[in-house]
């Protein structure tokens, strides 16, 4: 393979690092006004299945009608088919469902979280679980066995050395204050039924199961942001990786320009405080996932070394690019230098699910612009090779 030549210092040219390999715009015909938020999962024929948040009818917003949607990829993720929708909002009674992880479960089953909004207040996980690769789904599992609104991130489900599944999740206090003039102010968010409010400082909580997701309890440890008084997001959108059987790396965004870190030495029961790490960011989602040969991969938007970094467009991008890739072979200690594949400056990318396969990673994001009218709103899937990843990385 022909290796890439780089410049020290010269920054990567745009889709420079891989291929894109499928791309699910919005389409007002068809009343699909949003793609966004998926997962993979490898299915045991070589086949792919990929799942993601499927927007029908005329909103994009997080409380607008989403059903679960599904394409297949037959040849390694060279190539998605788009297949249809997997399960419907109105089947769930729910006003959407979305957020979707997929892990395979103790007997080869896939299994399937995902969030049920059944009020513009309350959200909380559910997982499914098919024994014939995704045709058939069983009854549904409540995961999170409090009534609040909780808002998990996709590919965000993990089972640890333990055989453990641990989710993590954003705790959000809602309400109904009656008071209009707070309602309508920050940190408050306005729902659309006009009197509830969702506060957007959130908390951080742990699910988890030791039965292979039969039944679940929440962790005794929460987190919280030290510093709330010049916060307005909490800590949010969490996620975990096991650095060691039974000791956890949490990580959740923030408005402070970091992602903030915390650990557990006790398989997820207990946490530290919650502090500055070394990833900067907006408040967008970090993604980290370990492959099956032990290596470390990060996805994020960084902010730049330059003043006024979010320029001003005509939609809502969150000052998510540029959209960059490290690894890390030492488990978390160091990791390489980040390379950007996504560097437009009117378009945002965010939520990546990660799917490792031989001789590549996949990647499935959000990457919308002006044209998709916000950066959530259209879904895009990479597919970079290890071999073209690691001179990136290194500058070869």
Partial sequence: MKKIKREKGKKMK?????????????????????????????????????????????????????????AI???????????GILMTCKEEKAKNIMSLSLIPMENGDIGLFYLVRTTYTVMQMYLRRSGDGGETWSERVLCTPE??????????????????????????????????EKE?????????????????RSEVMFFYSDDDGRSWMVSEGKCSMPHLANCQSGLQEPGVLEIRPGILWGFAR?????????????????????????FTSPNSPLSMKRNWDGIIYAVWNPVPEYNGREKKTEIFTGGRTPYV?????DNGKTFSREVAFETEEDHGYCYCAMCFLEDGILLG???????????????????????QLEDAVTGN
């Fill in 325 to 329: 890739i490290a690894m890390s072979r």
């Fill in 147 to 180: 009534e609040g609104f909780f808002v998990v991130n996709n590919d965000r489900v993990v089972r640890l050395a333990s055989g453990r599944i641990l989710i993590p999740a954003a705790v959000h206090r809602t309400g109904k204050t009656g008071d209009k």
């Fill in 254 to 278: 923030t408005d402070l320009g970091r992602q903030y870190e915390m650990y557990s030495m006790d398989n997820g029961n207990t946490w530290t405080s919650a502090q500055p790490s070394r």
């Fill in 365 to 387: 994001y959000n990457a919308g612009g002006p044209k998709e009218k916000s950066c959530l709103t259209k879904l895009r899937i990479r597919r970079i090779s290890y071999e």
């Fill in 14 to 70: 745009k889709n420079e690092l891989g291929t894109i390999v499928a791309e699910f715009p919005p389409n007002m015909e068809e009343k699909n006004c949003r793609n966004s938020e998926g997962a993979f999962f490898p299915l045991p024929d070589k086949r792919i299945l990929f799942v993601y948040s499927r927007f029908g009818g005329e909103g994009w917003e997080d409380w607008a009608c989403s059903d679960i949607g599904f």
């Fill in 73 to 83: 990829s037959k040849d390694q993720g060279r190539t998605f088919e788009k297949k």
């Fill in 184 to 200: 309508a102010s920050r940190p408050f968010e306005n729902t659309p039924d006009g009197n509830l409010y969702m506060d957007s």
